[in-house]
């Protein structure tokens, strides 16, 4: 099968190709993995999705390391193959989604029966790809975490990227205030046509005097919750606009700073901080993932949130869709695809 195999830590933008100089290769004949339990499905994968957390991980960053060599990728969807003598809950044809460690930027995976969600009807097969890890990191953040409520303010650092843009899309969803944080024309007109309350532009200037002025024509104090998956000086300055009893959610640092929050401000002020790292519900509470990836499928296929796919790439232009990511023009989310989405879409009529 067709796989992206990382043979050596290093700068995952450079182009893929057999030699030793360059960290990723494209293997043709990479084995197809074999069913290695009763309860295993084998899955072809459709759509993968590229998540910061990937870019980091071929990079030797990431804070889980992995053996060399390994097929990088997390969440994707795909149809299923074959099942175990034991799986009952998906049988050939299904389309299904999941996430893994490893190993989704390949044609075939394997998964546990426990591991995998059917994809309902309504929901496009390449937006379920994309939804466990950035939509599931928001979700678990804002409606497990912070139990975020009708009527409060939301606060989202980064909005236009894959976690950002899941954070405004679920902040509407759970009715709160929604103020989006930006760089850039392209993606602040875009987070407006979202619908959301308020956008910043940090090429325009800083946080606090726009937001401010927002909170005073709406006749709000300040922010109920602060999603933070940028760090750095933003972070900084956005608790300047925290409410007595706000809460911060730390999702990452995609500035390369980590930031600083002070104790003794927490304190005075009541906040709770809650530090978020997804993928290690996988093996601590479970459940929680389960639960919250039923209940984002429900929400895609009822059209009330909408995964945007800014770009889709072939296995072979992989370092493309890393440069995206690491020069930070993506909107939304950015897809590996071993088919034409076209004919994704019609598997699915």
Same mark, same amino acid.
């Given at each position: 099968m067709e796989a992206l195999v990382c043979r050596k830590l290093g700068d995952p933008t450079i182009q893929p190709d057999s030699s030793e100089t360059t960290s990723l290769t494209v293997s043709k004949t990479h084995p197809i993995p074999k069913l290695n339990t009763p309860s295993s499905v084998l899955i072809r994968v459709k759509a993968t999705s590229l998540n910061y957390a990937n870019f980091l991980q071929i990079l030797g960053k990431y804070q889980e390391k992995f053996d060399l060599p390994f097929v990088p990728g997390s969440d994707y969807s795909g149809i299923v193959q074959s099942v175990g003598p034991k799986v009952t809950k998906f049988k050939v044809g299904d389309p299904v989604c999941s996430f893994a460690g490893v190993g989704s930027f390949a044609q075939f995976i394997v998964a546990d029966e426990k591991d995998l969600y059917g994809v309902p009807e309504g929901c496009d097969l390449v937006a379920? %790809?994309? *939804?466990? &890890?950035? +939509?599931?990191?928001?979700?678990? /953040?804002?409606v497990h975490r912070a139990n975020l409520k009708a009527g409060q303010v939301l606060l989202v650092l980064g909005a236009a %990227?894959? =976690? %950002? *843009?899941? /954070? =405004?899309?679920?902040?509407? &969803?759970?009715?709160?205030? =929604?103020? /989006? =944080?930006?760089r850039g024309a392209e993606k602040v007109n875009f987070l407006k046509s979202m619908g959301v309350d308020h956008v910043v532009d940090l090429k325009e200037g800083g946080v606090i005097e726009s937001v401010k002025?927002? *909170?005073k024509t709406r006749k709000l104090k300040g922010v109920d919750? *602060? +999603?933070d998956p940028v760090g750095g000086k933003l972070t900084k300055e956005s608790m300047k606009l925290l409410n007595w009893g706000a809460q911060i959610l730390v999702i990452g640092f995609a500035s390369g700073e980590v930031p600083v929050i002070p104790a003794n401000i927490a304190l005075v002020k009541n906040w709770t901080i809650h530090g978020l790292y997804w993928g290690s519900y996988k093996v601590n509470n479970p459940s929680v993932l389960e639960d919250s990836l039923k209940e984002l499928l429900s929400w895609l296929a009822k059209g009330l949130i909408t995964v945007y796919i800014s770009e889709s790439y072939k296995v072979q232009q992989a370092n493309l869709a890393f440069l995206d990511i690491r020069d930070r023009k993506v909107i939304g989310k950015v897809m590996i695809t071993f088919d034409d989405p076209k004919a994704i879409a019609s598997s699915r009529l």
């Open positions: 379920a %790809g994309a *939804l466990p &890890v950035a +939509y599931g990191t928001s979700h678990v /953040a804002l %990227g894959g =976690v %950002g *843009l899941a /954070a =405004v899309q679920i902040g509407k &969803v759970c009715g709160a205030t =929604v103020i /989006a =944080v930006a002025a927002f *909170l919750v *602060l +999603y």
